[in-house]
């Protein structure tokens, strides 16, 4: 069991039956009252992001998660797979539990599978992938001034806003979590 007043960024708990990570916290003490501790959670699972206030004496469960390594194989249409690195079993996920980062995945990405309590409760995307651009117009000379950018889709499907002297054939670094044009590569 771990207080309110252990919690750290990064440290995994377990509140009302789901697994939460500290983004943020705060220990904040009013001039009237107790002490309390403020905090930001993201859930593991569905990622999230909600603010909670705990007393320094509330107590929670710590979250010891394992990290799998997986390697994204294809897609069927309704599943995903994914093969593990140490026994190369087939593993399926759907959409729905792999979130928006699978609008960036091709073939043999690796990912990190996140395992409570023999359960898989979650998959964490790379940070940023290279993708090679399929289509987009080409810039206009002379629009360069200001921050402009286009639409432009790569090689999964996806469609994100590059700058202007992107060109297709190109390859692009994307942040996988939030879809944003991140430099050439």
């Known amino acids: 069991m771990i207080s309110a007043n252990d919690l750290k960024n990064g440290t995994n708990i377990e509140v009302d039956g789901e697994v ?12 009237k009252g107790g002490a309390m501790v403020r905090t930001k959670l993201k859930s593991v699972a569905t990622g999230r992001i909600m603010e ?4 320094p004496e509330d107590r929670f469960v710590e979250a010891i998660l394992e990290r799998r390594k997986k390697q994204y194989l294809y897609g069927d249409g309704k599943n995903y797979y994914f ?8 593993i399926p996920f759907t959409e729905k539990e792999l979130g928006e980062g699978i609008r960036f995945l091709k073939e043999n990405t690796e990912v990190e599978v996140l ?5 898989i409760i979650g998959v964490e995307m790379p940070d940023s992938v290279e993708l090679k651009v399929t289509y987009t117009e080409p810039g206009k000379k002379g629009d360069t001034v200001t921050n402009v950018t286009k639409p432009a889709i790569v090689e999964t499907g996806a ?8 060109n ?3 390859t692009i670094r994307i942040n996988a979590q939030t879809g944003e044009y991140i430099e050439r590569v």
């Not at 909670?52 to 007393?55: D, E």
């Not at 093969?83 to 087939?90: A, L, S, W």
């Not at 395992?115 to 359960?119: F, R, V």
């Not at 469609?159 to 992107?166: D, E, G, R, T």
């Open 20 to 31: 939460f990570t500290v983004i943020w916290f705060q220990h904040h003490k009013p001039g």
């Open 52 to 55: 909670k206030t705990f007393r």
């Open 83 to 90: 093969m593990d690195m140490e026994n190369f079993e087939q």
């Open 115 to 119: 395992i409570y309590k023999g359960a």
């Open 159 to 166: 469609k994100v806003q590059v700058p202007l002297f992107i």
């Open 168 to 170: 297709t054939g190109d």
